[in-house]
C-alpha cells in the first residue's frame, strides 16, 4: 500500500473517551489526508496537512483534530469520542496535493466503533 | 458547493455483458479520478482524466471526460467476476487555494457468473 501505515487496524471505545489514530508514510509526500467513509457518503475529508505542522480543515472535520510534527506522521485526534464517529478511517497521501494530479494513495484503513 | 453523484449505487450483472457506470458532478472541474475498492480493502486509483474529451483503457474499464456535459462514464466491457468492487468517482475542487476531491457515494458492482 505504498509505504502507508495505519494504526490500530480496530478500535472500539466507549463514548466521551480521547481516541488518536496514526498514519505512517514512507513515501516522502507532502500531502497527507484523513477521510472517514460512511455507507451511502463516498469518503469524506476530515483534515489535511500540506506540510510538517500544515494543515486545515475538511467537510466534516467537527469534533477532530490533527497534528504533523514530522513528514511521515499524521495523527488523527477524537477528544471524545461519540457514536456518530463510528466509522472506517483512512488515510491517504500524495505528492502533489492537486492541481493537476491528485492522485492518491490510501492506507488500509481503520474500523473504529463508538458505543 | 460541488456535489458528485454516481449512478447507479448498485449494479448485479452477468458475466460476459456490458454496462456503464455514470459520475455527474455539479460545477466546472476539469479534473476526475476513478478508484476501485475491494470489500474491507483500501481504494485504489483507476483511471485520472484531467481535460475535456479524455478517455482511458486499461483492460476491461474504459473511463471518459465531458466535462461541457460535467458526467464521466465507466464502461466495462465482456463483463468478468474479478471486476466484482465498488468504484468510485471523484471531482477535483479548489477551495481555499488548496485542491481537494470530493466523492461519488460509490458503485457496488457484482458480477456474477
Known amino acids: 500500500d505504498a509505504g502507508i501505515t495505519q494504526s490500530p487496524r480496530h478500535k472500539v471505545t466507549e463514548t466521551g473517551t480521547p481516541v488518536t489514530l496514526r498514519c505512517h508514510q514512507t513515501?516522502?509526500?507532502?500531502?497527507m489526508y484523513w477521510y472517514r467513509q460512511d455507507p451511502g457518503h463516498g469518503l469524506r475529508l476530515i483534515h489535511y496537512?500540506?506540510?510538517?505542522?500544515?494543515?486545515d480543515k475538511g467537510e466534516v472535520s467537527d469534533g477532530y483534530s490533527v497534528s504533523r510534527s514530522k513528514t511521515e506522521d499524521f495523527l488523527l485526534t477524537l477528544e471524545s469520542a461519540t457514536s456518530s464517529q463510528t466509522s472506517v478511517y483512512f488515510c491517504?497521501?500524495?505528492?502533489?496535493?492537486?492541481?493537476?494530479?491528485?492522485?492518491?494513495?490510501f492506507g488500509s484503513g481503520t474500523q473504529l466503533s463508538v458505543l | 458547493e460541488l456535489k458528485v453523484e454516481q449512478n447507479p449505487l448498485f449494479l448485479s450483472m452477468q458475466e460476459g455483458k456490458n454496462y456503464t457506470i455514470y459520475c455527474n458532478y455539479s460545477?466546472?472541474?476539469?479534473?476526475l479520478y476513478w478508484y476501485r475498492q475491494d470489500p474491507g480493502k483500501s481504494l485504489e486509483s483507476l483511471f485520472v482524466?484531467?481535460?475535456n474529451g479524455a478517455v482511458k483503457q486499461e483492460g476491461r474499464l474504459m473511463a471518459s471526460l465531458d466535462t461541457k456535459a460535467r458526467l464521466s462514464t465507466l464502461h466495462i466491457t465482456a463483463a468478468v467476476h474479478d471486476l466484482s468492487a465498488t468504484y468510485f468517482c471523484?471531482?477535483?475542487?479548489?477551495?481555499?487555494?488548496?485542491?481537494?476531491?470530493?466523492w461519488g457515494a460509490g458503485t457496488k458492482l457484482i458480477i456474477k457468473p
Open positions: 471523484a471531482v477535483e475542487s479548489e477551495m481555499d487555494s488548496n485542491y481537494q476531491l470530493i
Open positions: 460545477t466546472t472541474s476539469d479534473r
Open positions: 482524466l484531467l481535460s
Open positions: 513515501e516522502n509526500h507532502r500531502y
Open positions: 496537512s500540506y506540510g510538517v505542522k500544515d494543515t
Open positions: 491517504a497521501i500524495s505528492p502533489r496535493g492537486g492541481q493537476g494530479n491528485e492522485k492518491l494513495f
